[in-house]
Each structure stands twice: as C-alpha cells, then as structure tokens.
T-cell receptor, first 111, second 115 residues
C-alpha cells in the first residue's frame, strides 16, 4: 500500500474487554513503532520492533499491554481488561531509517 | 530524561502573515529533530527532518532551524494560508546509545489561520 494502514479506525470497548489493534506498515520498512496519544497531548512511545524482534517495550504502561510482529510485517497491539485510562488514539509508525511515517491511528474509547 | 516543550500552545493569525513556532528540548544529545503536522482525527504528517549535524531544512514555505547546543528549534511558516491550520508537533530522537529511534514529542502548537 501507499502508506501505513491501521484498523479499526474507531473502537468502543466496555471496561474489562480485550481489544486488538492492527497496523500494516509500509512494505519493506524494518522499523515499526506504537505510540499512545491522549487528548490534547503529544504521542508517547509504547514499543519498537526491528523486523520481528521487539527491541524496546519500555513505554508499555502495564502488563495488560502486549504487542507482536510475528513475521516482521503486520503488527498487533493487544490490550487486555481495558480500563477507562486506556482511552486514547493509538498510532503506528514505520520507518526505513530516520524518517517516520505514521498511520491515521485507532481511536479507542473505553466505556 | 529528555523533555520537549512547545510554545505557544495555541496561535491564531490572519492569512498572509509569517509566523514562528518554537520548540525546546532539555538534552542536546539527539540524533535528529522532526516537525510534524496533525489534522483533527488524522495521523501525523512529517514536514521536515533535521539531522543533529544540520542547522536548518527548508521545504516550500516552511523553514526549520536547529540550535542543538541551546536545545532549541523553530519552524517558520511564510505567507500563512487557511490550509495551514493544524496542530504542529516537534519531536526529537534522543541519543541513548541504544537501537531505538523512538521519538519524544512535545504537546504541540494549535495553529489557526483566519481567512
């Protein structure tokens, strides 16, 4: 595809539900990042993949958050037992090197 | 810990005016600095990337400068247009010596250009 694609665009979850957010990076991009953007704030780093290897997960807020990229392409961010403070826009970015290319994000609302 | 601050938080200008957005960061050990644009409900669009060894980058009506030693960057927009209205985000890639090129973002400047 032409850019980074994320799905779904919007997700409403009841508190306690598990959710899975998908990211299709630009073909050939080795690096993949997940960020969390709360309302009125800048994005905050969650985790980083180089191909299929998760090299940095220091930004994941709790053990309820899990990310994978099993074949070095598509990535999934999973949030277990969602809580209201998880409500945010989740952004995925891929990169061939220095510049980062972002998807449109998934807006998660936990009710 | 690297922190990025953007001033002002919001700015409203009449069409045609030149304007400057400011970004400051606390640790000068960075690989690069990037400026992004974010439209409501959309992802981020990269505008300019300045490597740590560079002083400025230009693209069309946009010019970004970097003074790494003082921890500052500015984004200059010439002859502003209503279509420039968006949130502008500044981000740095800190040099931690690790493999991650993660971005540390400021909270953004919300720009409104009035027709």
């Amino acid at each position: 595809g032409a850019g980074v694609s994320q799905s779904p665009r919007y997700k409403v979850a009841k508190r306690g539900q598990d959710v899975a957010l998908r990211c299709d990076p630009i073909s050939g991009h080795v690096s993949l990042f997940w960020y969390q953007q709360a309302l009125g704030q800048g994005p905050e780093f969650l985790t980083y993949f180089q191909n299929e290897a998760q090299l940095d997960k220091s930004g994941l807020p709790s053990d309820r958050f899990f990310a994978e990229r099993p074949e070095g392409s598509v990535s999934t961010l999973k949030i277990q037992r969602t809580q209201q403070e998880d409500s945010a826009v989740y952004l995925c970015a891929s990169s061939p090197g220095a510049a980062a290319f972002f998807g449109q994000g998934t807006r998660l609302t936990v009710v | 810990k690297q922190e990025v601050t953007q001033i002002p938080a919001a700015l409203s200008v009449p069409e045609g005016e030149n304007l400057v957005l400011n970004c400051s960061f606390t640790d000068s050990a960075i690989y690069n600095l990037q400026w992004f644009r974010q439209d409501p409900g959309k992802g981020l669009t990269s505008l300019l990337l300045i490597q740590s060894s560079q002083r400025e980058q230009t693209s069309g009506r946009l010019n970004a400068s970097l003074d790494k030693s003082s921890g500052r960057s500015t984004l200059y927009i010439a002859a502003s247009q209503p279509g420039d209205s968006a949130t502008y985000l500044c981000a740095v890639v800190p040099y931690y010596g690790g493999a991650t090129n993660k971005l540390i973002f400021g909270t953004g400047t919300l720009l409104a250009v009035q027709p």
